[in-house]
Nanobody, 115 residues
Framework: QVQIVESGGGLVQTGGSLRLTCAGSGSSFSAYTMGWYRQAPGSRREFVASIADSGEISYRDSVKGRFTVSRDNAKNTLYLQMNNLKPEDTAVYSC?????????WGQGTQVTVSS
């Protein structure tokens, strides 16, 4: 059974940092594109960052220069280092693994940035 579990969320002040971790099990995700999405209350889910199996990385514009996505295929794990956090980063952050028509999602972890 494939499972994706996020951790590392929490409450942080503006300008603070958090590191999110996404741990996969039940399958090797080395051939998957893995990414982070977020959803704030009353808003639609939005793309944050992704890293393909090739290593190609993408970010949404508002997080460029502040967030860093990385992966450790040996550990089947995806990371999101978030620095200089802003109140508008407050959301539930979810991890996803996608390959062709397959996609797996975690339950998400709450990130709250206080002003």
């Amino acid at each position: 059974q494939v499972q994706i579990v996020e951790s590392g969320g929490g409450l942080v002040q503006t300008g603070g940092s958090l590191r999110l971790t996404c741990a996969g099990s039940g399958s090797s995700f080395s051939a998957y594109t893995m990414g982070w999405y977020r959803q704030a209350p009353g808003s639609r889910r939005e793309f944050v960052a992704s890293i393909a199996d090739s290593g190609e990385i993408s970010y949404r514009d508002s997080v460029k220069g502040r967030f860093t996505v990385s992966r450790d295929n040996a550990k089947n794990t995806l990371y999101l280092q978030m620095n200089n956090l802003k109140p508008e980063d407050t959301a539930v952050y979810s991890c996803t693994a996608k390959r062709n028509f397959l996609s797996y999602w975690g339950q998400g972890t709450q990130v709250t940035v206080s002003s």
